[in-house]
Structure formats: C-alpha cells, structure tokens
C-alpha cells in the first residue's frame, strides 16, 4: 500500500513539472511586472529537479514521506530564487508529516498540508495580506482542514480548497506587495496577481487528483 502511495506522489509531481513547464512564459511575465521575471524559470527548474529525485528515491524504495522529502531538497537546490528554497523546504515538511507507513488518514494528509505551510511561515515570515504565495497557501490550508474535520471526503475537500485557494491568488491583484523582490515596484504591481500565490493555487489543483485517487 505504501508504495502504491509512493507511485501517486511520484505521479503528483510529474504533473507539477509538466503544468509549470506548460505555464513557464505566463508566471514568468507576471512576476516582470515588478519582480525579476524568473518565477517561471525558477519553477520549471525546481519542479523538474524535485521530479527527477522522487524517481530516482521510487526506484530504491522509499515510501511517500521520504520521497517529497528528496523531492523537497531537489527542489530547493536547483531552482534558484525565493520560491524555491520556500516550495523545497515545504516540501520537505509535508513528506516529513506524511511519512512512509501508508495511505495517510484524511487528518494525517490535511496536517502535512499544514506542516507545508507552517514551514514557509517560519522561514519566509510573510503573513496574510503581504501578496506573497502565502494569501493562497493559508486558504488552502484552512479550507482543507475545515472540510477534513466535518467529514467530507478528501476529494471534495481537496477540489473546494483548491477553488478557495484560486480565487485567493486572483484576489492578490488588489495587494501592494509587502514582502520579497516586488517591494520596491508595489505600485507598479497593482492590477497583477502575485506570481508566487498563481503558480501554487495551479499546482495545489492539479496534484489534487493524485492525493485523492
Ligand atoms: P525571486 O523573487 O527570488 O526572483 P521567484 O520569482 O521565483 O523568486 O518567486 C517570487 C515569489 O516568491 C513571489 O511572487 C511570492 O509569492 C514569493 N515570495 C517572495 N518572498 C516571500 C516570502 N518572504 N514568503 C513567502 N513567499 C514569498
Ligand atoms: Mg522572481
Ligand atoms: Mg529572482
């Protein structure tokens, strides 16, 4: 069975990889706007690392926890630039949450959710409102949680959060950034979604499938 979860997770990112490879030039414009413009870049490189180390940690059969947990530190490593040591790090405490035993309780999932965003909180210190990918992480996090607690069953959980968690990122557009590079040009940022909350409200709903399978 563990492996069996191991192969989703695997799955879940080789579907990450190939969306930002897909969405590359789009976050990548939006984080010119007053960023640097590498957010694409910087997600396809760590996507692909983090997709490359999980293979290789399937093939020597490791469980689902220690596989995000290479996966994390791939990331990390090779994409360059804020998002990516933060996606690495928060990777890696979801695989660390999650762990290698089994399919992990509905609990156990929406914790390693919160594990993920607890991490980046910490290292990235950004807080709700700051229009950074944390104004579409925490949503995600809450409304999984909410759901799990009241019984729903975690696809639905998983798609609702996921739809709380895009119309958070669309709703950055309204924010002046307060944290990270695009500080400086905040004006000029108004109008725009936040690259960073618009690569991971995509992300959270395209892996959604695989965690909920
Ligand atoms: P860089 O800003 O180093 O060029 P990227 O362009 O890849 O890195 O990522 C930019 C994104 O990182 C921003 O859109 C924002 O969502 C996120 N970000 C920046 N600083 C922080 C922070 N302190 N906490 C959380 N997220 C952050
Ligand atoms: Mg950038
Ligand atoms: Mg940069």
Redesign the pocket.
């Known amino acids: 069975e563990s492996r069996a979860y191991a192969a989703q997770c695997l799955n879940a990112l080789d579907t990450t990889s190939s969306l930002l490879r897909a969405s590359e030039s789009m976050l990548g414009d939006m984080?010119a706007i007053a960023?640097?413009g590498?957010?694409g870049r910087?997600?396809v490189r760590g996507s692909a690392a983090a997709n490359e180390a999980a293979a290789a940690a399937f093939e020597r059969g490791a469980g689902a926890g220690s596989l995000l947990a290479a996966a994390g530190d791939a990331w990390a490593d090779k994409?360059g630039?804020?998002?990516?040591v933060?996606w690495g790090a928060g990777l890696r405490a979801f695989g660390e949450r999650l762990g290698d035993a089994e399919t992990p309780t509905p609990v156990v999932l929406a914790a390693s959710v919160r594990a993920f965003a607890d991490r980046?909180a910490e290292l990235?210190?950004?807080e709700i409102g700051?229009k950074?990918?944390?104004d579409a992480l925490l949503p995600f996090a809450a409304s999984l949680e909410e759901r799990i607690a009241s019984g729903a069953s975690v696809g639905d959980a998983w798609s609702a959060a996921a739809d709380v968690a895009r119309h958070a990122a669309a709703a950055t557009a309204d924010l002046r950034p307060l944290?990270?590079?695009?500080r400086p040009l905040a004006e000029k940022s108004l109008g725009t979604p936040?690259?960073?909350?618009t690569s991971l409200a995509m992300v959270f709903a395209a892996v959604g499938p695989h965690f909920t399978a």
């Open positions: 984080d960023g640097d590498d957010h910087g997600m994409a630039g804020t998002s990516g933060l980046i990235g210190k950004a700051d950074t990918m944390m944290k990270g590079r695009a936040d690259p960073g909350a």
